[in-house]
């Protein structure tokens, strides 16, 4: 330090202190300068061991270390990389790995985004020890078949809850291609590994991506990315605190999550993403068994109508029905139901199986096939009617009765409705001009 005192008229009129502080590190020692631009090529996607330490210029004892670490860097080379973070300067990367003092040493192994403390004493020996001891877990691991992961961690919620296998790990280098050119609307977490909101978000988030996976049919996805990573990604979205959650729409701008962090929050955001993005789901004549298995197989229920005979609506009774129907599949297409029709008749031991049985045309049933049970709409045919027998059985409530035999009833295999009008049977004329009567039919007749 240098001090400066000038004097003017006897007077004191300042005291500067000069700090020089020169650089620790220098390109001609075996420690390689890590700093944000390059920690990610370095450190993060490297197969190598690494030992990093995070100091700031003015410390003592990082001066003190420096001799002792650049001496165990050059003993390491070729065999362990040694790397070192002015963390002063650079204080976004210090604090992405928690460092609260310095120096601070991590050592960055198989797992690169789980760095573990080093605890050893401060000696070139006891630092090239420490290197040689991780550097034998890792290989030790590798043999074992274990390896680290710089993704997503993959943790399980006690089994019930869904794994982190229906979470996508996104990077710097897929997310254009997996979330930007997709069809499907994501929501992707930006995280960071030290994080504790992040540590206690993710079970909610690997449970609430099989779940949303599975009820929208991919249509709504859950990604993650490691912001400590993919430091590309983070800073072209802005993210500057972890987690932060974006909403991604083919062709809108990103939309900031603002929901819960439960499960249940999550998706039921995703489930309305879906809702508004999807087209609702299509109403299908049950023509075969294929058709029947097809619609109802992964749906919770499977809502289908018996409607009369093409002859006693004709074609514009019908369509009528059908709209109605339409109208509330559009409405509940969220649930991801199935939706079907049949023309009274034509599925005779479906309508036993339901109880409908020959009368009460229009008539519908919600079926659960995997429980094999059912409920029958008692209200009116109507958007009000059933809306109100659909509301009552998502929400639990509502009677509901074994499917006769508790098995599917045999589906028999129709021709398609043309859309017409249906037609009476032409009875044929038959010619008796050249048929020899009976002589007995004769003489009565006569």
Known sequence: CTFILAFLSGELLGCSLLLSVEALYSPSDDVVELTPSNFNREVMQSDSLWLVEFYAPWCGHCRNLAPDWKKAATALKGIVKVGAVDADEHKSLGGQYGVRGFPTIKIFGANKNKPEEYQGARSSQAIVDGAMNALRSLVKDRLSGKSGSSGYSRQSDGGSSGSSKDVVELTDDNFDKTVLQSDDVWLVEFFAPWCGHCKNLEPEWAAAATAVKEQTKGKVRLGAVDATVHQVLSSRYGVRGFPTIKIFRKGEEPEDYQGG???????????????????????????????????????????????????????????????????????YKKK???????????????????????????????????????????????????????????????????????????????????????????????????????????????
């Open 261 to 331: 962090r439960t499960r249940g929050d999550i998706i039921e955001r995703a489930l309305d993403l879906f809702s508004d993005n999807a087209p609702p789901p299509e109403l299908v004549e049950i023509l075969n068994e294929d058709v029947l298995k097809s619609t109802c197989e992964g749906s919770q229920l499977c809502v289908i109508a018996v409607l009369p005979h093409i002859l006693d609506t004709g074609a514009a009774g019908r369509n009528g029905y059908l709209e109605v129907m339409i109208k509330m599949a559009e409405k």
């Open 336 to 446: 991801m139901w199935g939706w079907l029709w049949t023309e009274a008749g034509a599925q005779m031991e479906l309508e036993s199986a339901l109880g409908i049985g020959g009368f009460g045309y229009p008539a519908m049933a919600a079926i659960n096939t995997r429980k094999m049970k059912f409920a029958l709409l008692k209200g009116s045919f109507s958007e009000t009617g059933i809306h109100e027998f659909l509301r009552e059985l998502s929400v639990g409530r509502g009677s509901t009765a074994t499917l006769g035999g508790g098995v599917m009833p045999k589906i028999h295999a129709v021709e398609p409705w043309d859309g017409k009008d249906g037609q009476l049977p032409v009875e044929e004329d038959y010619d008796l001009s050249d048929v020899d009567l009976d002589e007995d039919f004769e003489k009565d007749e006569l």
